[in-house]
């Protein structure tokens, strides 16, 4: 550890204590789930910050901000650590800047907008607002823990994208005030657009110390899953409820055989050999719903009230990329990828796909909103690790078919497949952040040379 960093830190804290430096508890505070990566996982091996410091509010931020540009010590912002690519971890050393005691709900506007501090839990953020009608447009599975700057700062979306879209579309993200990394850092508030220069550029460019979070009127949700002989019925089925509008929905996931078989908890609901179906409707549709799939040819496995986060069981712990963790804990060798398939030609895609790689790639699909407001077949498919080779052949075969891939197995923002193309993360960077020591290392096209001319 750099010499007095711990205790110059404690100083700008009103609690001592949270500084932690114990070098187990620093490591901890420095991962995320990388390691779902078989790539990341030797790459970013034994990678760590020096110090771990906890401010409780914007001021105690500021001064560990001032004190890193002043010191020239790396900050590294951390919500609840559940990112999948590394993205909070140091990987020149330094602070890291836990931020979640900073965790205030100041109030939902009568308008449903959330003004939280980033360090918010989004399940406490669901819970208290569906108390007063109101709850998340979308979250990640990971809800429990994950918190709302982090959601913001490396997340993309998940459970609510099927009608809301991702967490950039639609103004779900109202503003928030960033604070830069400069001689005497500064609370600048993105509003409307300005919020794109900072989302998900993984806390290179700023922390977000404050923020404005739009809701949705809350609903009244069943979880439903159904079993269908063959993927392409339950494929067929999930979509036709998916893309029409008169279905009020919040989930709509499909899981190709054996997949399932890797939800141990929920064995109930799974099927020998069949394909899943996953939904969250409307309650005032379950019955409808039940009749179309039983008419597509399903058997309805499970049909229960959603009930908030606390919901047991919460079927949305085996969606999104909890389906990647079921399937890494029943075989080690699996991995996952993050690909968008065409609305319109992705069963052709499919069987382009199935016919080169066997049964190495799984289809788990998550429908979704995009920016154009049409509902696409986005996916999360269960991939066999061989070789990075393999996997990168794989990859570079999928966007050749026209199959997007947001690759998960790359340590940057650029590479991560939500860079923008006009350069406005980058830009803010040598606005906010001019001598690279917020996040080093992970916004690849920033140069320190180029910064200080
Ligand atoms: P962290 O992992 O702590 O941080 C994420 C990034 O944001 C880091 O780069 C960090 O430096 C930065 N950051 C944190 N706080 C701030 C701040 N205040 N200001 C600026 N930058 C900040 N993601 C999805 O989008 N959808 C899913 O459905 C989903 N499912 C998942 C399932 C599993 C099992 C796992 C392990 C991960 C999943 N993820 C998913 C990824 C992750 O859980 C989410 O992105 C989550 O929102 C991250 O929140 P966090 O608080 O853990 O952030």
Request: a negative charge; proline letters at 5%; hydrophobic letters at 40%.
């Amino acid at each position: 550890m750099r010499t007095g960093l711990a205790t110059d830190l404690a100083q700008l804290v009103a609690d001592p204590a949270r500084v932690l430096s114990a070098p187990a508890i620093v490591e901890k505070l420095s991962r995320d789930f990388y390691w779902y990566s078989p790539i990341l996982r030797r790459q970013l091996e034994g990678k760590a910050g020096e110090v771990v410091v906890q401010p409780v509010d914007q001021a105690e931020l500021i001064a560990v901000m001032r004190y890193g540009f002043a010191h020239e010590v790396p900050v590294t912002a951390r919500g609840a650590g559940t990112g999948n690519y590394g993205q909070c971890i140091p990987l020149e050393g330094g602070i890291v800047l836990d931020l979640a005691l900073m965790d205030k709900l100041e109030q939902i506007t009568a308008d449903g907008v959330a003004v939280c501090q980033p360090g918010l839990r989004l399940a406490t953020l669901e819970m208290e607002a569906r108390k007063i009608g109101w709850e998340l447009r979308m979250y990640p599975s990971t809800l429990a823990k994950a918190s709302v700057g982090g959601f913001l700062g490396g997340g993309s979306g998940g459970i609510g994208s099927v009608a809301h879209g991702a967490l950039r579309d639609f103004d779900t993200v109202r503003a928030f005030e960033v604070i830069t990394m400069e001689d005497e850092p500064r609370v600048v508030l993105h509003e409307g657009k300005a919020v794109h220069e900072i989302l998900h550029a993984w806390g290179t460019n700023g922390v977000l110390s404050r923020i404005w979070f739009a809701l949705t009127p809350a609903v009244e949700w069943t979880q439903f899953t159904a079993a269908f002989d063959t993927y392409e019925q339950a494929f067929r089925f999930t979509q036709s409820i998916a893309v029409d509008a008169g279905w009020n929905k919040r989930l709509a996931t499909v899981f190709e055989w054996p997949i399932p078989s890797y939800f141990s908890p929920i064995k109930e609901v799974v099927r020998e050999g069949k394909s899943l179906a996953l939904l969250m409707i409307a309650t005032a549709q379950t019955d409808a719903l039940r009749k179309e799939a039983e008419s597509a040819g399903g058997e309805v496995t499970f049909c229960g009230k959603y009930d908030g986060p606390r919901t047991h069981p919460l079927l949305s712990d085996y969606t999104w990329n909890h389906t990647t963790l079921w399937a890494m804990k029943a075989d080690p060798a699996l991995t996952y990828l993050q690909c968008g398939f065409s609305p319109t030609e992705c069963e052709r895609q499919f069987h382009l796909l199935r016919e080169r790689y066997g049964d190495e790639i799984l289809f788990h699909i998550e429908f979704m909103k995009n920016g154009e407001g049409v509902v696409i077949p986005g996916a999360i498919p269960v991939v066999r690790f061989t070789t990075e080779e393999r996997l990168n052949g794989m990859i570079a075969y999928c966007r050749s078919i026209d199959v997007f891939v947001a690759n998960p197995h790359v340590n940057t923002v650029e590479d991560g497949g939500r860079f923008r193309a006009d350069n406005i993360q980058l830009r803010a960077k040598y606005k906010y952040d001019p001598k690279g020591l917020l996040n080093p290392g992970k916004m690849a096209s920033f140069q320190r040379e180029t910064a200080a001319k």
